[in-house]
């Protein structure tokens, strides 16, 4: 475990609502496995979290999902991984839509159901289905909680990788930037704050798609700082940045 994933271990003592009040051992080992990349390891995890609040384990839902991956994958993989992947976001889709129901402040649960109905963004249809819902979904949780690094980071992350004109790269590089900058504050006593390393990452790609290699390899360095299990930056996006 990551000495990230250890301090964050004693951020359970507190007695908050939401991630708080969850073990924070399957919660960690889930965040552990997503960054590594291991499935079977995130499932378990999943397995192992007993019952908590609905916000948490639709978080859990939607993490496990996206260790599934179906894009860069042969279309046998993807078939298994879609039948692993539909269920686990239905679930946190109905978790989430009856908390909001019920809730409709809920920043955190707007957050989350947010990044559900972008994970169940499969092809074009499935886009024009659920593309909409995710940003305002989002934009929503922005509204609720302006000072969340996690809906920061994940603004900054549609807007940077959305296609051609959708794509906003200077606003994306502010909200990724600002993200960073109030993970680093540190989360309040007790909550979870899920997504630093993720958030470096992409702050790195946006530098490096401008060519400053410099501040994208600093960028990377700190997301393995934070997550040394992070395949992504190890194996994708390090190497392309030293690619002619």
């Known amino acids: 475990m990551s000495r990230r994933l250890l301090r964050a271990a004693?951020?359970?003592?507190?007695?908050?609502p939401a991630f708080a009040q969850t073990p924070a051992?399957?919660?960690?080992a889930i965040e552990s496995a997503y960054y590594a990349g291991e499935p079977e390891a995130g499932r378990e995890a999943l397995?192992?979290?007993?019952?908590?609040?609905?916000v948490t384990r639709a978080w859990a839902l939607w993490r496990v999902a996206g260790m599934h991956r179906i894009r860069e994958v042969n279309r046998q993989t993807k078939?298994?991984?879609e039948r692993i992947r539909k269920p686990l976001l239905?679930?946190?889709e109905a978790l989430m839509k009856a908390r909001i129901e019920a809730?409709?402040?809920?920043a955190e649960a707007h957050l989350v159901l947010s990044q559900v109905y972008q994970a169940r963004i499969t092809g074009m249809m499935s886009g024009m289905r659920f593309g909409r819902r995710s940003g305002?979904?989002?934009?929503?949780?922005?509204e609720l909680g302006p000072g969340d690094p996690r809906a920061l980071y994940l603004k900054g992350v549609n807007q940077?990788?959305?296609?051609?004109p959708f794509g906003n790269r200077e606003e994306a590089r502010r909200n990724l930037e600002a993200a960073v900058a109030r993970f680093a504050e540190g989360a309040p006593a007790g909550v979870f704050w899920w997504g630093e390393p993720e958030a470096h990452a992409f702050l790195g790609l946006s530098y490096a798609r401008e060519n400053q290699r410099d501040e994208a390899r600093a960028a990377y360095d700190r997301a393995l700082e934070l997550e040394p299990g992070f395949d992504w930056v190890r194996e994708r996006l390090l190497p392309d940045l030293e690619s002619p």
């Open 160 to 164: 940077l990788m959305a296609p051609g």
């Open 136 to 142: 305002e979904t989002l934009d929503r949780s922005l």
């Open 103 to 106: 809730h409709p402040d809920d």
């Open 10 to 16: 004693c951020l359970f003592v507190a007695p908050l």
């Open 79 to 81: 078939r298994r991984h």
């Open 25 to 28: 051992p399957s919660l960690l």
């Open 90 to 92: 239905e679930e946190a």
């Open 47 to 54: 397995e192992a979290l007993g019952e908590t609040d609905e």
